[in-house]
């Protein structure tokens, strides 16, 4: 069984930087691919990046050239960093995996099996 932890949520200005990290454990992580999403209050829960297990990135349009995401393939840790934070980024941010071979179907929601409990980004 696969748990993932985030961690590195809070509050920042606007204009400021967060990073966050997505710690997993369990058997076969090494088969996983995984991103970031997140739900704002009052909205539907929306792809913020995803990462492929070849390296390869994906990046919603509003996160694009501001959030960086990244592994840590020896530790087997999800980074997400932030910057240039606006207002419109405040949301519960989740990670989450899935391993299922084939196709990596990197933005889309329902392909990811495994997801955090999350952590709160506020931009105000």
């Known amino acids: 069984h696969v748990q993932l932890v985030e961690s590195g949520g809070g509050s920042v200005q606007p204009g400021g930087s967060l990073g966050l990290s997505c710690a997993a454990s369990?058997?076969?992580?090494?088969?996983?691919?995984m991103g970031w999403f997140r739900q704002a209050a009052g909205k539907e829960r929306e792809a913020v990046a995803a990462?492929?297990?070849?390296?390869?990135?994906l990046y919603a349009e509003s996160a694009k050239g501001r959030f960086t995401i990244s592994q840590d393939r020896d530790r087997y840790i999800l980074y997400l960093q932030m910057d240039d934070l606006k207002s419109e980024d405040t949301a519960m941010y989740y990670c989450?995996?899935?391993?299922?071979?084939?196709?990596?179907?990197?933005?889309?929601?329902?392909?990811?099996?495994?997801w955090g409990q999350g952590t709160q980004v506020t931009v105000s």
């Open positions: 989450a995996a899935d391993r299922r071979q084939g196709a990596w179907f990197g933005l889309r929601q329902d392909a990811y099996s495994v």
């Open positions: 369990g058997e076969w992580l090494h088969l996983y691919y």
């Open positions: 990462l492929s297990l070849r390296g390869t990135t």
